[in-house]
């Protein structure tokens, strides 16, 4: 069966708060232009999971009236706490003591999957096509190798690979300008980064897992809107990360907790510290007697302005988290996000009215230059390689970086972050075994019910979406070496090390447990392990998340 054409002008890959922005403001400058967007979640929000806590600097931009619109950002940022946690303790930073960039003024509480669907109400009122449930499984290219658009996954294939009956080829989406928005490690955007060589000449870009929690709390535990952050306790000193606990209107509490993946104890669970966190005493209050709504997980561009790689190239641009614009220690890349997929767009547009297509839009990277997203990502380009230092130490030399950039003092120096994520484990003998007690079921839960609360599902006959370069890796290198971390750095239960009644181990992959975090793809030692695209509508289902 051939595949089936659609013609577009911009076809945007992903819609996140970047890939929406940019259809929006696409649209905006000119409204003749022919846009596309396509979304792997079964609906627009379905997949977008972020704390969060949002600087509306962007969305000021693109959307000035979006109060008086009925956008869903309601909960002002009243009150900031900073603790740093013992096994039994808590200090309180003095506010006064944090970098003014640490400082929540003027943001907003926020889901940013609410946002997202809101933003997409936007788009399509604009006249912006969206394809929710269509995931971008290949990048099309044409005879001189630029890049034309992108095929959507076959559906109806089955696990062994063979047609069934409901058996539906891709689509073709072809288009002048293709912008990927994939969000963090997009499958398709990392093979543009190998492709096209993007990544030459800048830093590598490092991760952290992020969990979260959506929890109805008792009345008289909620603080709307109250922001707490802390570092210390569960992780050890070495191992970077730290919590967030935000107070939204209606009863909510989002708590979540972020380990970085340079952390080297191959028997940490990020999941397990995460539960243990809540076991707190600082923490614990505000969860007894209320109720866990959601759970996720997503992995978090943590590299800064060293790792961001060359934007553009022949007929596309990486804008939003596909090319990675967190501001690490604000927590905060939602409008980093959204203003790079704005600036794509004043560039995707200006070429379009000259009449060029599938060329480099250089106009996009020159403008980032020049914004407040390079001065966002600069002012803090040293804060994450100090945390080599370790948790305390490093947490002194990011706040004097903060602070010199805050009286004036522009550090003439850009600091590296060394080895890549998946290379920094260390062989399990050499490293302490961590026993984490059992979840008691009211605070502290396991992966799969915490995975049921995701609403994620797969169709269980298709290709399995995990990939190993190697099946033989698992077992015979990772296991013996690393104790087969798999099985602890995925927060969903997806890896396992079964073994037989002789004892032979086996490794399994459950991919319909999948969150879509993409951390096995990051983390892996051995970068054994590939995620691609599952078939479109597959994955979680985030409510409010």
């Not at 929000?45 to 509306?56: E, F, K, N």
């Not at 809107?225 to 967030?244: A, D, I, M, N, R």
Request: a negative charge; hydrophobic letters at 40%.
């Amino acid at each position: 069966m051939t595949r089936e054409v659609m013609e577009y002008d911009v076809v945007v890959v992903g819609a996140g708060p970047a890939g929406l922005s940019a259809a929006i403001r696409l649209k905006q400058i000119a409204p003749d232009v022919a846009v596309c967007v396509i979304e792997k979640g079964a609906e627009v929000g379905a997949h977008i999971l972020s704390g969060a806590v949002i600087d509306p600097i962007a969305l000021n931009e693109l959307i000035p009236d979006w109060k008086e619109k009925g956008a869903p950002v309601k909960t002002a940022v009243t009150q900031d706490e900073f603790l740093i946690l013992t096994e039994t303790g808590r200090f309180k930073i003095p506010n006064w003591s944090l970098p003014p960039l640490m400082h929540n003024d003027g943001n907003y509480i926020v889901s940013l999957g609410n946002l997202c669907r809101w933003l997409g109400e936007q788009a399509e009122a604009l006249g912006v096509e969206i394809y929710p449930g269509f995931a971008a499984a290949e990048v099309l290219y044409d005879d001189q190798g630029r890049v034309v658009g992108v095929a959507t996954g076959d559906m109806g294939i089955s696990r062994s690979g063979e047609q069934l009956a409901s058996y539906t080829p891709g689509v073709e989406l072809r288009a002048k300008y293709t912008l990927f928005a994939e969000g963090v490690r997009g499958s398709l955007s990392k093979q543009l980064e190998a492709r096209f060589n993007l990544r030459d000449g800048v830093e590598v870009q490092t991760y952290g897992i992020g969990l979260k929690e959506l929890w109805r709390v008792d009345p008289a535990q909620h603080r709307p809107g109250l922001v707490q952050h802390s570092q210390g306790w569960p992780l050890e000193s070495k191992t970077g990360g730290g919590s967030f606990l935000y107070h939204l209107e209606d009863g909510l509490v989002a708590v979540g907790f972020v380990v970085h993946l340079n952390y080297q104890n191959p028997h940490l669970s990020p999941f397990d510290e995460f539960q243990r966190f809540k076991t707190h005493p600082a923490v614990r209050g505000t969860f007894e007697g209320g109720t866990r709504i959601s759970y996720g997980a997503r992995a978090i561009n943590e590299g800064g302005l060293q790792s961001v790689p060359a934007l553009a190239f022949d007929g596309g641009a990486l804008i939003g988290c596909a090319a990675g614009f967190v501001n690490l220690p604000r927590i905060k890349g939602s409008h980093n996000a959204m203003k790079t997929g704005m600036l794509a767009a004043d560039a995707a547009a200006a070429a379009l009215a000259e009449g060029r297509s599938w060329d480099t839009l250089s106009a996009y990277p020159e403008a980032y230059r020049q914004s407040w997203v390079h001065e966002d990502l600069r002012k803090v380009r040293n804060v994450k390689p100090g945390l080599k230092l370790g948790m305390w130490l490093g947490t002194v030399w990011g706040g004097a970086m903060m602070w010199a950039e805050t009286i004036g003092l522009k550090m003439p120096f850009t600091l590296g972050h060394g080895a890549p994520d998946h290379a920094r484990l260390k062989p399990a003998a050499e490293t302490p075994v961590i026993a984490y007690p059992k979840p008691d079921g009211v605070i502290s839960f396991d992966k799969l019910s915490s995975v049921y609360l995701s609403g994620t599902n797969h169709e269980e006959d298709q290709p399995v979406h995990l990939r190993l370069a190697d099946p033989h890796v698992p077992i015979a290198h990772n296991l013996p070496f690393y104790d087969e971390p798999a099985q602890r750095y995925c927060p969903a239960g997806v890896y396992e090390v079964v073994r037989s009644e002789a004892g032979e181990p086996r490794f399994q992959i459950n991919a319909q447990n999948c969150v879509h975090c993409k951390t096995c793809d990051i983390k892996d030692p051995t970068q054994n392990i590939t995620w691609v695209v599952p078939q479109g509508g597959g994955g979680p289902t985030y409510p409010n998340m």
